[in-house]
């Protein structure tokens, strides 16, 4: 077999047993990897909560992993969101992909759970229990000085997952989070605390010339791209390098959304951070972009942090120091915290109250939250039901209970809908309209227009549900397409495909995510924005104006887009049309 | 949706691809959740099939005019005789579009097939379905139908420059058939040398920001109007008072209010991230040239001109398949040096380049791409220097063509 490896590990926790599924080719041409396998087997246990013991833990890598096809180093992660309560997904990075599938495994699906807190080791096709009762409690950082995991791969929780952190992320070879749905905390319930992987297979290729030529058509097409490649983009500054781009465009969640403009970004944009630090370039296995980027200070190696959390740990939360947001973002990595919902919910907290941080104040909480202490144990719940116990359920600003990452919907309408619409709660990834709202690729769309916007953020999210079950990483799209990765799919695994065919499984893949979450009871009403949007302008200036998102636009661009979706008007997928799409209805 | 239909119709006719009236009036379709087309067509039936069988929301339909027309039947019937492709000999269409699928037929199942995987289909003369005669493109959008409209301009740019750089080759290989003699004397009428007289620009010293935008929006209009540039839209750029302000990526030269991004040369702001892709190069060039203007097209017979290699010389040259960033050979057009260098700043990337060749000489020709621009103080001396090298080109690709005819 080409690609993929053929075999996927079901482990039993409870039992303390795995066992190998070997899904022909066709299964595996269908789901592909990815996001496309961990919905297959949520869907299986779709209704049940997301802490009950059958439920699934999902770790996937897809047929491109393993090869020279550009950015296919990351693996995906997917459980049901204990945060949400919706499909839980997040892409992550580092080198676990590759390792798991140089092991013999297309992926694993975890299942059960231990009683005592154990590590799992996977060496090609060998799997260990490890009892891990002495590291539990540890930070990240300290796990990776006691396992030393060397050429493996490790993917870790810190504290904030045990003390039940309802957005605990999951850590990968230190630098690299799934930070978003609460993922961490899956695996704490499962009593995982970490999970070190290694392998010597090689990925199978149908056709290296063909593979060749369509890794150099998508470098090409990179290099090409100056959000990419060029002086001012990812390889060179990381993805903080938009932080000046939402400052000007006006569009910088400030003060939890109740402005757009941040007086003192110009100081603390990722030139700032290139003077302080001097980042280096690091990235997933394999890619030439390595948009990640390693500081240091004092001798000390440091994370830098991304664009959402250096935007979300100064204008959100009224913070101007960047050094407070290198510390924060280093806290929130070794204890294992989504920067963008603790950021979030802070700053809803400072909302409601009206107190503002000190860098004292801020990271003792950070500190609370993590272990569960006094108010730390409200925030952990994440902003929706820490407003709501404080009785200001408007000041969490979520879609769906996930908080917002950085880019103000009111500065770009096709993000508007594509927060109020994602399968997962508010994520800019599902749809990424920020590529032609803000980077003009592949060709720029008015911001401020709902204009052909629904069938565009359709398209767009088959689009990157494809892309995170092949795998590759969402930034390349800003350059080249699935016109380029349909080649790379053809030459590694020698099946025919198209951009539209791998469109028209992207579609399958999404719109099975769409079943999970009306099994869940989510319908039209979840599908919107915190009313603020609609109410408050930003903050325009002369040139720019920032109106209210208008409702009945917003409810209009919606309901087409139901339409185009092939949903009802209520948000609620259609027997015909999932069977359309070759997907089960029966348990709906 | 209509007013994008609309707008990017009236863009085919403008730029001179389509014609507002008879059947190389472009047919553009734009899909929300209704389906909407600029205008009536006996096509849309087939098209609306077109529709259904893509997860697309834009599709354009042009049979262009001349010379186009003739230009990509021609391509378009020999392809068909080989591999059912056209390989386009510029490098910003092989970087894009890869190659161009013809198929012999208005048949939406094929039509289909291709565009599942491209970007466009051109079909064929002759077999067009009933009244729609003459040679046709197709174009698909997911997200506007700009991408349509960028497809078919750079097909139509390809093919005009496919056809006169394998003409002089063909010449110079004594292959040259028929069909291909007699095309060249058919199209020869359209070709003609750039002949306006010579625009008026604000005068520099520009006494604000607000004037250096103005002058930019100038210059890239002119750029358009003198018909420089195709396809892949060009860019240009200003420095002033430290800062570059440059056209953004995928920006249109006749638009380019509110497209303009300011670039400090500090490096204090990372805005430009959305700036072309030749930022740095243009970044590199002021500062090692000290000019304030830059301009960059794609006149054709300036790309046509810098491909034209002896083929006695090609065979034994090391690099003859990667010409476009390994040329090793010191090359002019008059005194325009031609250089290698790919789009962007990788490491075979024009931005290593550009900057020395225009230290050198006040304009540079970048191997099947396109020609760069400077001017010390204004866009007037930049632009006299593009319609100059450009019009000395188109001269002495005729007067080789000539040449190898009579000899
Ligand atoms: S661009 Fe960044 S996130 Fe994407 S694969 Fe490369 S290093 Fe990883
Ligand atoms: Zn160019």
Not at chain 1, 44 to 71: E, K, N, R
Not at chain 2, 63 to 86: C, D, H, Q, T
Request: a positive charge; one cysteine or more.
């Amino acid at each position: 077999m080409y690609g993929w490896t053929g075999n996927i590990l079901h482990i039993d926790l409870t039992k303390k047993s795995s066992r190998v599924e070997s899904p022909g080719l066709n299964v595996l041409n269908r789901y592909v990897g990815g996001k496309g396998f961990g919905g297959k087997f949520l869907r299986q246990c779709a209704t049940l909560p997301w802490d009950h013991p059958d439920m699934v833990i999902c770790i996937f890598t897809g047929p491109l992993t393993g090869t020279i096809s550009p950015t296919s180093g990351r693996a995906h992660i997917l459980s049901k969101s204990p945060l949400t309560g919706l499909v839980g997904d997040s892409s992550v990075g580092g080198k676990l992909a590759t390792r798991l599938k140089r092991a013999g495994w297309d992926g694993i699906v975890i299942k059960g759970e231990s009683r005592t807190p154990l590590g799992i080791t996977i060496k090609d096709d060998s799997i260990e229990f490890k009892d891990a009762r002495g590291l539990w409690g540890l930070d990240i950082n300290a796990v990776h000085e006691k396992i030393r995991p060397g050429t493996s791969s490790i993917l870790a929780i810190g504290p904030a997952a045990e003390n039940g952190v309802r957005f605990a992320s999951i850590t990968v070879d230190r630098h690299f989070a799934a930070g978003r749905s609460g993922l961490g905390l899956c695996l704490a319930r499962k009593k995982i605390k970490y999970i070190l992987v290694d392998g010597t297979g090689r990925t199978k290729i149908k056709d290296h010339e063909k593979l060749k030529q369509a890794r150099e058509d998508i470098l090409r097409l990179t290099a090409a791209s100056p959000a990419l490649m060029g002086q001012f983009g990812f390889t060179c500054l990381g993805t903080g390098a938009v932080y000046d781009l939402m400052d000007n465009r006006r569009m910088m969640p400030t003060d939890n959304f109740r402005r757009t403009f941040f007086e003192h970004a110009p100081g603390l944009n990722a030139a700032a951070y290139a003077k302080t630090y001097a980042p280096k370039k690091h990235g997933c296995l394999g890619c030439h972009i390595l948009c990640k980027k390693i500081g240091k200070k004092n001798g000390k190696k440091i994370t830098m942090p991304e664009f959402e959390t250096m935007s979300h740990f100064t204008a959100l939360i009224g913070c101007m120091d960047t050094d407070l947001v290198i510390k924060a973002n280093e806290r929130c990595n070794h204890f294992g915290m989504d920067t963008i919902s603790v950021a979030s919910t802070l700053a809803c907290r400072r909302e409601i109250t009206g107190i503002d941080y000190t860098k004292e104040s801020l990271l003792s909480l950070l500190n609370d939250i993590a272990f569960g202490r006094g108010e730390g144990k409200d925030l952990a719940l994440g902003a929706k039901l820490y407003a709501e116990k404080m009785g200001k359920p408007e000041a969490a600003m979520a879609v769906k209970g996930l908080e917002l990452p950085a880019y103000d919907p009111r500065g770009a309408l096709g993000m508007a809908l594509g927060y109020a619409l994602s399968t997962r709660g508010g994520c800019h990834l599902r749809a990424y309209p920020i590529s032609h709202e803000i980077f003009r690729k592949p060709v720029a769309t008015n911001r401020f227009s709902f204009s052909g916007k629904a069938r565009i953020i359709k398209i767009a999210e088959d689009l990157n549900t494809v892309v995170d079950s092949l795998i590759a990483c969402k930034f390349t799209f800003f350059a080249a397409g699935l016109e380029e990765y349909a080649m790379a799919y053809e030459a590694v695994t020698g099946i025919e495909t198209s951009a539209q065919d791998l469109l028209l499984k992207g579609e399958r893949i999404y719109y099975n995510e769409r079943i999970i979450n009306a099994l869940n009871n989510f319908d039209a009403r979840d599908d919107d924005l915190p009313d603020r949007f609609f109410t408050k302008p930003g903050s325009g200036t002369n040139n720019i104006n920032i109106p209210p998102v208008n409702r009945d636009a917003f409810l209009s661009a919606r309901k087409k887009y139901y339409s185009i979706r092939g949903l009802t008007t209520n948000g609620l997928p259609e027997k015909d049309k999932a069977e359309s799409l070759g997907l089960i209805w029966n348990n709906l | 949706m209509e007013q994008l239909v609309n707008k990017y119709a009236r863009k085919l006719v403008q730029t001179k691809l389509g014609s507002d009236s008879g059947p190389s009036q472009p047919l553009v379709g734009g899909l929300d959740d209704k389906l909407v087309w600029n205008r009536n067509a006996d096509e849309i039936k087939l098209l609306e099939d077109v529709f259904k069988g893509l997860n697309i929301n834009s599709l354009i339909f042009l049979r262009p005019v001349e010379p186009y027309g003739s230009l990509i039947g021609f391509l378009a019937e020999n392809a068909l005789k080989s591999n059912g492709l056209i390989q386009p000999e510029d490098c910003e269409t092989r970087t894009f579009l890869h190659d161009l699928p013809v198929i012999n037929k208005f048949d939406p199942d094929r039509i289909i097939r291709v565009l599942k995987k491209r970007k466009s289909v051109i079909i064929a003369p002759g077999n067009t379905n009933g009244s729609s005669q003459g040679p046709a493109i197709l174009a698909h959008g997911t997200v506007s139908p700009e991408q349509g409209f960028v497809t078919i301009s750079s097909v139509c740019f390809a093919g005009f420059i496919k056809f006169f750089t394998d003409y002089l080759k063909a010449l110079r290989e004594k292959t040259a058939t028929a069909a291909a003699h007699d095309l060249f004397d058919k199209i020869l009428p359209y070709v003609k040398p750039i002949q306006k007289t010579l625009p008026e620009f604000t005068p520099s010293p520009f006494p604000d920001e607000e004037t250096v935008y103005l002058a930019i929006i100038e210059a890239g209009k002119k750029v358009i109007e003198y018909e420089l540039v195709d396809s892949y839209f060009g860019n240009v750029s200003y420095f002033w008072n430290k800062t570059l302000y440059i056209s953004q990526t995928g920006s249109s030269l006749d638009e380019l209010s509110g497209c303009i991004d300011p670039v400090p040369v500090d490096g204090s702001t990372s805005a430009g991230l959305t700036a072309s892709s030749e930022l740095t190069a243009h970044l590199a060039t002021v500062l090692r040239t000290g000019c304030k203007a830059i301009l960059h097209g794609h006149p054709k017979f300036s790309v046509i001109l810098s491909m034209d290699c002896d083929p006695g010389r090609k065979a034994f040259c090391h690099f003859k398949e990667q010409c476009h960033i390994k040329c090793p050979e010191k090359r002019f057009a008059g005194a325009t040096p031609i250089i290698p260098g790919e789009v962007g700043t990788g490491p075979t990337g024009l931005c290593q380049t550009l900057p020395l060749a225009l230290s050198r000489a006040d304009s540079a020709i970048v191997y099947g791409h396109g020609l760069f621009t400077i001017g010390k103080e204004n866009f007037f001396d930049a632009f006299c220097t593009m319609l100059e090298v450009e019009n000395f080109s188109r001269d002495s690709y005729f007067k080789k063509v000539l040449y190898l005819k009579k000899n």
